[in-house]
């Protein structure tokens, strides 16, 4: 017999709406809006009234996956991450910084973003850098 | 206020109720939470501030959890006039509602355009006057109804679908919403199929409403959906004196037959 609700940020877009997430007996089973937060005043799009809803789904990712023979397959972060690094080099040393492009998010941190634009920038090489609100 | 957490408290404390519903503001933002005698200390933290949630929805989803437990609620007087409709359409299962009545004071009372800012039963609070402006619902009944539907369609197309009316109704409880049905409502299209979306929603409101306004509270789009609330809430009286949210023995015209002139339930 236990309810909560836990102050939250939307993960989705870069708007910062204020939501609750309703936990019942340790299960996220709701989502409300602030109805008194300085941004959203009380309301939320349907992606926010529906931001409980991946939580707990069994459809959820929870390793990475890679493609190996044409099927996505269960992997380590390291080998995750290693795959995209030399691919990443080949397209680029094979077809040149040009040929890669970078989509971020409107809804990582100014941090996150600005090491994103380093990363593509400095190490990759183009100016091919833009984030999801502009889709 | 201090009453009220000692009532709350003592009343844990014997075992009269399990759990405590209620509002609590912290670092300046308004929420529902829920008290036991696990987490008692929590109490201090009830208050009755600006902001409002649907008590009575929360209700019903802890009362699906925990059937034949006593719980008391924090009500307002729209808390009241839900909960009065959710024991009506058995949402509330077999749990005991013991109710701690607030009085709004006469700036919440303006803010939500309140007619009855109390409860039947009042713990903590004044009496505020109540308040009715509805200047918009008399301008609206002067016009002729094709002007009418053009204002309303024009309300309408401001919609973007976020479903939030519905989800913070304290007395939209369906399993299955008629609003999601791809037949009437085919998907994928912002703004929602017009009329249809919000006069269906009108429809399924006329015997439940219970005139809180958290619904145009939280439209995104600022539609004036209470005044179409409103509206029907005025017809059921015309018609049938009915008002829902008044009275618990009160029983539905919607659900009742006419035999020999008069309606049978």
């Known amino acids: 017999m236990d309810y909560k609700t836990v102050l939250t940020v939307c993960p989705y877009c870069g708007c910062g709406c204020g939501m609750y997430l309703e936990v019942m007996d340790g299960k996220v089973t709701g989502t409300l809006p602030s109805m008194n937060h300085p941004i959203s005043e009380g309301s939320l799009c349907i992606k926010g009234w529906n931001a409980h809803e991946p939580v707990h789904s069994p459809k959820r990712l929870t390793k ?72 | 206020m201090e009453e009220l957490k000692k009532k709350a408290k003592q009343a844990l404390d014997e075992g009269k109720i399990d759990g405590f519903l209620g509002l609590k503001l912290e670092g300046g933002e308004v929420s529902p939470f829920f008290v036991t005698k696990d987490n008692l200390a929590e109490l201090e933290k009830l208050t009755a501030p600006d902001g409002r949630y649907s008590l009575g929805k929360i ?27 959710l024991v009506k359409a058995s949402q509330l299962g077999t749990v005991k509602v013991e109710q701690y009545g607030v009085a709004c004071n006469a700036k919440t009372a303006e803010k939500c355009n309140c007619p009855q800012p109390f409860p039947s039963h009042i713990d903590f609070g004044e ?15 002067g016009l002729t109804p094709e002007a009418r539907l053009d204002y309303w369609l024009g309300q309408f197309s401001k919609c973007i679908k976020c479903y939030g009316c519905r989800n913070i109704c304290p007395v939209c409880y369906c399993k299955e919403c008629t609003l ?9 299209i912002v703004p929602p199929a017009t009329p ?70």
């Open chain 1, 64 to 135: 990475p996956l890679v493609k190996k023979d044409g099927k996505l397959t269960e992997a380590s972060w390291d080998e995750a991450i290693g795959k995209v690094a030399s691919e990443l080099t080949r397209v680029r040393d094979q077809y040149g910084p040009n040929s890669v492009a970078v989509l971020t998010s409107a809804k990582c941190t100014n941090e996150e973003n600005y090491l994103m634009m380093k990363l593509t920038r400095a190490v990759i090489g183009t100016n091919n850098i833009d984030h999801c609100a502009r889709l």
């Open chain 2, 127 to 141: 009496k505020a006057p109540g308040v009715e402006h509805i200047e918009l619902l008399t301008r609206l009944e």
């Open chain 2, 180 to 188: 999601e049905d791809k037949n009437l409502v085919p998907g994928g």
């Open chain 2, 59 to 85: 209700l019903t989803r802890i009362a699906v959890k925990n059937p034949g437990k006593n719980i008391g609620v924090m009500v307002r007087g729209c808390d009241e006039r839900a909960i009065i409709e």
């Open chain 2, 196 to 265: 249809v979306f919000h006069f269906i929603k009108a429809m399924h409101m006329a015997d439940r409403c219970i005139d809180c306004g958290l619904c145009e509270e939280t439209c995104p789009s600022n539609i004036p959906l209470r005044t179409i609330y409103r509206h029907m809430r005025k017809a059921m009286h015309d018609l049938f004196e009915y008002v829902p949210g008044r009275a618990a023995e009160d029983k539905s015209p919607l659900g009742a037959l006419e035999e020999g002139g008069r309606l049978v339930h």
